[in-house]
C-alpha cells in the first residue's frame, strides 16, 4: 500500500517535469482543432506527421541543423583535443610552475561570465570573426569543467605502465596518444556528452556573434523563427520537437557518464 | 632533463592557456578597464573616469534591474528544499526508479529557447497551468502569467525551478549515498520520526552539499538572463527586468561597452556578496566539514 502512493507520488512528479514536451508533441502532430482549449484536448485523434513536413519544406530548419551539426561536431573534437593535452602534464608531470597555472585555471571558475560576453565581443571585431562559425565554439573549447574531468581520469592510471612504456623507449607524445588516451575513454565520452549538449543548446552567444540568422544553431535559429512566426504555433512546435529529440535520445542512452560528469564536475 | 619536461609540459598546455587567456583571463582586465571608458566599438574610447559609475548611481533602470536581481534569489530556498526532498525521495532501491530519475532530469538537458517556447504555451490564458488552477478552484479566471505586473517574475521563476530540479536533485543523491545509513537508523530506532530524522540528522549530513548548491544556484538567481530573454525580455514594464537583461541590452543594443563593463562590475559585486553570506550562512553551526 506505501509502496503504491510512492509510485503515485513519483509518477506525479514525472508528469510535472515532462507534461510540457508530451503537450508540445501533441500540438506538433494535429493539423486541425482549436490549439488552446478550455479544458485541453488531449485526445490522440486526427494525428499526422504534416508539421513536421511542412517546418522542414518552408522554413529553413535544415539550415540550422546543418549549422548545429558543424558547430556541435567541430567545438566537440577540439574540446576532446585541447583538453586532454592540457590536462595530461597537470596530472603527470612535475615541472616549473605547475602549481600557478593549476590555481589559474581553477581561478577562473570564481570569474564573472559575463564580463567575458562583453569583451569577448570586442575581442572577436578585432580579430574581424564575427558572424563567422570559429567565433561561436572558440571562447568555449578550452573547458575548465574538461581539464578537471580529465586530471581525475589520468591520475588514476597506474604509474607502472607509462614506466613500461618509457622502458621500450616510447617518448611524451606517443606515451600519451597510445598508452594514456585509450585508458581515459570514459571520461573522454563524458567530456564529449557534456560539449554535444552545451553545443546544441547554445543560443546566448550565437545571437550575439552571429549576425546573419542563417548561420544560426538550432536553438537560435528556433527562437528566431518564433519571433517571425508567432502565430504558426504548429510549425514552432514541431520545430521544437526537432530541436529537443537528439538531446533526450543521446541522454537516454547515455545516462550512467551524465550523472557521473555531474558529480564528478561538481564536487571535486 | 627537468628543463625538457617543462618545456614539454608547456608545449601541452600552450593550445588550453593560450584560449584562456584570450577569452577568459583577459576579459576580466579589459572588462575593468573597459569600465573606466566611454566605448561604442566605432570610435576610440574616451577617458571617463569613474563616470560611468556615478552615472549609474543616478540611473533608474539600474535600481530595477538590481532589484529585481536580488528578488530572483528567493527561488534558491525553494529549489534546494525541493531538490533535496526529492533526492530523498527517489534515493531507494525500486523498480524503475532510474527511469523516474530521467525522467526529472529531462527538463535540464533542454535548451532555454525550446523551454521558453513550451512554457510560454503552458502560461497562455487558455494554457495548461490555468486549466490546472481553474479545475483546482485556486483561481476563478485565467490569468494571463507572462503580462501581470506583479506575478510574472515568479512565473519565471517557476520556470527556473521546474528546469533546475533534476540536476540539483543528481547532486544531492551523490550526498545522500555518501552519508552512511547508521545514524539514519539508530535515529529512527530511539523513535525518532521521519521528519525530525530529516531535518536534524540527513539536512546537517548533507550540509556541504547544500552549500555547494546554494553556491551555484544564488550566483544563476542573481546572474538570471535565459529564462527572461526567451519568456518576456524584461517585461510587462521592467517588472522581470534584471541586471544581465541590462548588460545586454547596453552591450548588444546600444552598443554602450563601457557602461555594460560597468554595470557588469556591480554584478560580479553582488555575486560576490551573495556567496559570502551564503558561506557564513552554512558555516554555522559547527559540523566541520570543509
Not at chain 2, 547532486?171 to 536534524?200: C, K
Request: net charge positive; charged share 10%; hydrophobic share 55%.
Amino acid at each position: 500500500m506505501r509502496k503504491l502512493a510512492l509510485y503515485v507520488l513519483l509518477v506525479a512528479l514525472a508528469v510535472f517535469t515532462t507534461f510540457p514536451f508530451l503537450w508540445t508533441l501533441l500540438i506538433s502532430l494535429r493539423t486541425r482543432g482549436p490549439i488552446f482549449s478550455f479544458p485541453p484536448d488531449l485526445r490522440l485523434t486526427g494525428v499526422s506527421a504534416a508539421n513536421y513536413i511542412g517546418v522542414w519544406e518552408t522554413l529553413p530548419l535544415p539550415r540550422y541543423v546543418l549549422n548545429s551539426l558543424y558547430i556541435t561536431v567541430v567545438g566537440v573534437g577540439l574540446t576532446l583535443i585541447i583538453c586532454s593535452l592540457a590536462a595530461y602534464p597537470l596530472a603527470r608531470m612535475q615541472f616549473r610552475g605547475k602549481n600557478v597555472v593549476f590555481y589559474a585555471i581553477l581561478a577562473t571558475l570564481m570569474l564573472p561570465e559575463h564580463i567575458g560576453l562583453i569583451v569577448n565581443f570586442v575581442t572577436m571585431t578585432r580579430l574581424r570573426l564575427v558572424d563567422t562559425y570559429a567565433s561561436v565554439y572558440l571562447p568555449s573549447i578550452a573547458s575548465i569543467f574538461g581539464i578537471f574531468l580529465l586530471r581525475q581520469a589520468y591520475l588514476s592510471i597506474p604509474q607502472e605502465l607509462e614506466d613500461a612504456a618509457r622502458m621500450d623507449g616510447a617518448g611524451d607524445l606517443l606515451i600519451w596518444w597510445r598508452v594514456m588516451l585509450p585508458l581515459i575513454a570514459p571520461a573522454l565520452a563524458t567530456l564529449a556528452i557534456f560539449q554535444f549538449v552545451a553545443f546544441w543548446n547554445s543560443f546566448l552567444w550565437p545571437i550575439i556573434i552571429l549576425k546573419t540568422p542563417d548561420k544560426y544553431p538550432l536553438a537560435a535559429g528556433l527562437l528566431y523563427l518564433r519571433g517571425l512566426f508567432a502565430h504558426n504555433t504548429r510549425f514552432i512546435a514541431a520545430g521544437t520537437i526537432i530541436a529537443t529529440l537528439p538531446i533526450v535520445v543521446v541522454f537516454l542512452f547515455t545516462q550512467r557518464y551524465f550523472m557521473r560528469g555531474i558529480t564528478a564536475g561538481a564536487i571535486r | 632533463m627537468k628543463r625538457r619536461t617543462t618545456l614539454i609540459a608547456y608545449l601541452f598546455l600552450l593550445p588550453a592557456l593560450s584560449l584562456l587567456a584570450v577569452f577568459t583571463f583577459y576579459p576580466v582586465l579589459f572588462g575593468t578597464v573597459l569600465s573606466l571608458f566611454e566605448y561604442d566599438i566605432i570610435n576610440p574610447p574616451r577617458y571617463v573616469g569613474l563616470g560611468q559609475f556615478q552615472k549609474l548611481l543616478g540611473d533608474r533602470y539600474f535600481w530595477i534591474a538590481l532589484t529585481n536581481s536580488a528578488k530572483y534569489v528567493l527561488v534558491v530556498p525553494v529549489i534546494q528544499l525541493c531538490s533535496i526532498l526529492l533526492a530523498v525521495l527517489v534515493n531507494r532501491r525500486l523498480r524503475a526508479i532510474g527511469l523516474f530519475r530521467a525522467a526529472y532530469y529531462i527538463p535540464v538537458i533542454t535548451s532555454w529557447p525550446v523551454v521558453g517556447i513550451m512554457w510560454t504555451w503552458m502560461y497562455d490564458q487558455q494554457g495548461v497551468v490555468n486549466w490546472v488552477l481553474r479545475s483546482l478552484a485556486v483561481i476563478d479566471r485565467p490569468i494571463s502569467w507572462l503580462s501581470h505586473p506583479t506575478l510574472t517574475l515568479y512565473a519565471v521563476m517557476f520556470v527556473t525551478l521546474w528546469k533546475g530540479l533534476g540536476w540539483y536533485m543528481v547532486i544531492y543523491l551523490a550526498g545522500l549515498q555518501s552519508i552512511p545509513t547508521e545514524y539514519e537508523e539508530a535515529a529512527m530506532i530511539d523513535g525518532a520520526s521521519r521528519a525530525r530524522v530529516f531535518w536534524h540528522i540527513t539536512v546537517p549530513l548533507l550540509r556541504p552539499y547544500v552549500l555547494l548548491a546554494s553556491l551555484v544556484s544564488t550566483m544563476a538567481a542573481v546572474k538570471v538572463f535565459e529564462e527572461i530573454y526567451v519568456m518576456t525580455r524584461g517585461g510587462p514594464f521592467f517588472s522581470t527586468y534584471t541586471m544581465f537583461m541590462y548588460i545586454f541590452d547596453e552591450a548588444f543594443q546600444e552598443l554602450n561597452m563601457g557602461y555594460a563593463a560597468a554595470l557588469a562590475m556591480v554584478l560580479a559585486a553582488v555575486i560576490l556578496v551573495f556567496s559570502v553570506i551564503n558561506f557564513r550562512f552554512f558555516r554555522r553551526g559547527g559540523l566541520e566539514y570543509y
